[in-house]
């Protein structure tokens, strides 16, 4: 099945700065999908992408596909506190299983 | 609200012991997905079910380990003869509808073999 890593591993940034989350294969993927995992929870879906060079925003969450279809990217704009957690992405193998990313964790200081 | 309750959420066991969890959808669910997460990274396919039909086992699935879906609602997961290895936390999914590929997590049962 289609395999992705993701960088960096950790990030710390102020309350207010950016932060972004890069998650790459050597293969074409045929979609991404992105979680969040706040500390003690659980996974909770974020978004698909399945178009080349797919651009989707939530508020202040950008989620990018590139045009060659083998990496993706997750940005924050103006990071809170509820920020906070990790951030996975993921690619849908036959079957419909998820195989995820190593994942980002991300800590915002007040 | 998932849409997926596991119990118990806390599991804690002595080494050689077998546990059992379950996975309750809410709501009717063909496709049902366990997965294992260890401490710092992302969680990791385990089984997957169609209706009652266990369609596809991983690797990390030993013989140790039996998941079933008796009647294609809940599921249960044993695991055998438990180990330290073992200790992670157990996660059920469902996707949110027939046609959807993304998961909809329940909350999980956190195992830890002492």
């Known amino acids: 099945g289609q395999q992705v890593m993701q960088i960096p591993q950790y990030q710390h940034v102020q309350e207010g700065e950016d932060f972004t989350t890069y998650c790459n294969s050597s293969t074409t993927l045929s979609n991404i999908q992105w979680y969040k995992q706040r500390p003690g929870g659980h996974p909770v879906f974020l978004i698909q992408?399945?178009?080349?060079?797919e651009v989707k925003k939530q508020k202040r969450l950008t989620f990018q596909f590139g045009e060659a279809k083998k990496n993706s990217s997750l940005h924050i704009t103006a990071t809170q506190t509820t920020d906070v957690g990790t951030y996975f992405c993921?690619?849908?193998?036959?079957?419909?299983?998820?195989?995820f990313g190593g994942g980002t964790r991300l800590m915002v200081k007040p | 609200d998932t849409g997926v309750s596991q119990n118990p959420r806390h599991k804690i066991t002595k080494r050689g012991q077998n546990v059992t969890f379950r996975c309750d959808p809410i709501s009717e669910h063909n496709r049902l997905y366990w997965y294992r997460q260890t401490l710092g990274q992302g969680p990791e396919f385990l089984t997957y079910f169609q209706n009652e039909a266990q369609l596809e086992k991983s690797r990390l699935l030993s013989d140790r380990f039996s998941a079933e879906r008796p009647k294609g609602s809940f599921s249960t997961l044993e695991i055998q003869r438990t180990e330290q290895g073992d200790s992670a936390m157990y996660l059920c999914a469902t996707p949110p509808g027939t046609a959807n590929t993304e998961a909809f997590f329940g909350q999980g049962t956190r195992l830890t073999v002492v």
């Open positions: 993921a690619v849908n193998n036959a079957g419909n299983m998820l195989t």
């Open positions: 992408l399945v178009k080349s060079g």
